[in-house]
């Protein structure tokens, strides 16, 4: 059987970004994982290989992550959405899908994290789609999946 193709993973030191990489290494996908310091996209790595020995594990910074799959996931906080897509905009290649998981959560204002903003291009997708190069495909995904049932392989919902 054909491999799967790889996934990156922007963001991928972070809470979901973690939860995401151990489910989907669990499945058997190849990974990228990407941080903003190539060194906490290592340390992410590690942490995904001990609870998933033999992973197919890549790690750098986000740009070079999202330039390793087809499929680049980016699980960042609404403040920093913009800078990231920017960050890794030219690594997109044409045809890249990107899943985006940014949930506008008023805490990127010091407001409460039960409260959402609102955002001018109508969602943080949105928003997302307007900062991609011409030919990628944005996602809107995963908003209501959480880290922290992802982090617990018992989860029934989430068992293989
Ligand atoms: N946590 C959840 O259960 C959950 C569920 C569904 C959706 N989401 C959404 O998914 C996104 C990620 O959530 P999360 O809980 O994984 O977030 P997080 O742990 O706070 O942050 C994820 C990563 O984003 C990077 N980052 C880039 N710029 C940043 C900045 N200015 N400030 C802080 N971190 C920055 C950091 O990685 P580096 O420092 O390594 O670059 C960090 O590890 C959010 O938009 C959230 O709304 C979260």
């Known amino acids: 059987m054909p491999l799967p193709p790889r996934v990156s993973i922007v963001g991928a030191s972070g809470a979901l970004g973690q939860g995401l990489a151990r489910r989907w290494a ?80 008023a805490t990127a204002v010091g407001g409460k994290p039960t409260r959402t903003l609102g955002v001018w291009q109508g969602s943080a997708a949105q928003q997302a789609a307007e900062l991609v190069p011409e030919g990628v495909s944005v996602v809107s995904a995963l908003h209501t999946v959480s880290a922290a049932m992802l982090a617990d392989p018992g989860h029934r919902a989430l068992r293989r």
Request: aromatic share 4%; glycine share 6%; proline share 8%.
């Open 26 to 105: 669990a499945a058997g996908i190849p990974l990228a994982l990407g941080s903003r310091e190539a060194s906490r996209a290592q340390a992410a790595a590690a942490e995904v290989t001990a609870a998933v020995p033999g992973a197919d594990m890549e790690f750098g910074e986000n740009a070079t992550a999202a330039e390793a799959s087809p499929v680049v996931a980016v699980a960042v906080p609404f403040a920093a959405q913009a800078q990231t897509y920017k960050s890794i905009a030219d690594a997109l290649a044409p045809g890249t899908i990107v899943l985006d998981a940014t949930v506008p959560l």
